[in-house]
């Protein structure tokens, strides 16, 4: 599929400690970054997040504490992602209510402000609930048959 882009599109996908977007943090970043020419680069990479791994997490994506233990914290990190998505809007599976607000926490975190000022922002998972809606008249329409009345 063609993609009709302005600027970059930096799709991203974290992998964390948990889900809660003011204490957790990356444990692993993966950005595809899409060029309106069409050219793509990608860079994965995990990060030390300081803190323990809960083992319910790790069960999650794979990750445990000694994956991470020696490697770059998101302070030395930081620098590369900020210039590979520095010119870019972007996009993810809610990135909107997760990814992104916690790359801005983990920004924060090390005095850094990640200005969004202009960019835009696509969360798939939002496409999706509209494209799909997940109310009792869609449901009663899907598992009955009929209009709901």
Known sequence: MKLNLARPLAIIDLET???NVSTDRIVQIAVLK???DGKEEIRQQKINPTIPIPLEASQVHGIYDEDVQDLEAFFEVAPRILKFIDDCDFAG???NKFDIPLLIAEFLRIGINL???G???IDALGIYR???PRTLKEAYKYYCGQEFK
């Open 93 to 95: 599976y809610n990135s």
């Open 130 to 132: 509209d494209m799909e």
């Open 17 to 19: 400690t948990g889900t």
């Open 34 to 36: 899409v060029f309106p």
């Open 119 to 121: 960019r835009r922002f």
């Open 115 to 117: 200005n969004l000022k």
